[in-house]
């Protein structure tokens, strides 16, 4: 691990910033979530967990020319609506 500062950011209230450049670099996007740790020694590990890897992040929509009809194709798999 390098030991020069890449990035400074001032905390503000309970709140700080994240360097453009890191979040560039580190791919994190809005909704994203930061895990923090502390170590042993007093360093600070930081974890970024992508929420876009979720089930759904592939999935790009309907781009058919068909239209749906979400009431029918919702009772087709077999789920009740009252």
Known sequence: MSECVDSEST???NQANI???IRRELDIDDGDRL???V???GALRVE???QRNG???DFDGYEGEEETD???DH???GVDVE
């Open 11 to 13: 905390v503000s209230g």
């Open 19 to 21: 360097p453009a450049r």
């Open 35 to 37: 895990r923090w740790q």
């Open 39 to 41: 170590e042993d020694n």
């Open 48 to 50: 970024v967990v992508q």
């Open 55 to 57: 089930t759904f992040s």
């Open 70 to 72: 979400v009431v029918v």
């Open 75 to 77: 009772d087709a798999w």
